[in-house]
Nanobody, 112 residues
């Protein structure tokens, strides 16, 4: 059974950077696309970025250039590097695999 665990969230000042990690266990991640989503308080969950098993990345339009998704199939690891953060990036960030599982999320707060 696949399990996903996110980490790396925290409080960061506007303009700062943060890298989120997503570790997959229970299955070989290499066969699946992986995605990041986020959900701000009072808003619907929205897709952030995705990466195929072969490493092809795609992004929610406005986030391209500030967010970078990457993966290490050998470590069953997916990263989301975020820079130039703004308060609008405050949300719980979730990792999801195309095999259907979701993580519990990691909170990102951008505040001065």
């Amino acid at each position: 059974q696949a399990h996903i665990e996110e980490s790396g969230g925290g409080v960061v000042q506007p303009g700062g950077s943060l890298t989120l990690s997503c570790v997959v266990s229970g299955i070989p991640m290499s066969m699946y696309s992986m995605s990041w989503y986020r959900q701000a308080t009072g808003k619907e969950r929205e897709w952030v970025a995705a990466i195929t098993g072969g490493g092809l990345a795609s992004y929610r339009g406005p986030l391209k250039g500030r967010f970078t998704i990457s993966r290490d199939n050998g470590k069953n690891l997916v990263l989301l590097q975020m820079k130039d953060l703004t308060p609008e990036d405050t949300a719980v960030y979730y990792c999801q695999g195309s095999f259907g599982s979701w993580g519990q999320g990691t909170q990102v707060i951008v505040s001065s």
